[in-house]
């Protein structure tokens, strides 16, 4: 089994929080889509700001 980077795993995990996000609209309330919309846009706003600090 190849090994997966940690930066991979974590966009990973915030686009699939967007498309839960997007999911949880259509069958819940607002408030629970936009916890994990805020959830995924922070985690990919961390993954962001790491690469420009490896590149600069």
Known sequence: MK???LY???EMT???LF???F???LYFDLSTAL???ALGALILLFL???SL???S
């Open 35 to 37: 916890y994990y919309t």
């Open 23 to 25: 999911i949880s609209r």
């Open 3 to 5: 090994k997966i980077p």
């Open 53 to 55: 600090k490896k590149h």
């Open 19 to 21: 498309l839960v996000a």
């Open 48 to 50: 962001y700001a790491n």
């Open 14 to 16: 915030g686009l699939l």
């Open 8 to 10: 991979k795993m974590l």
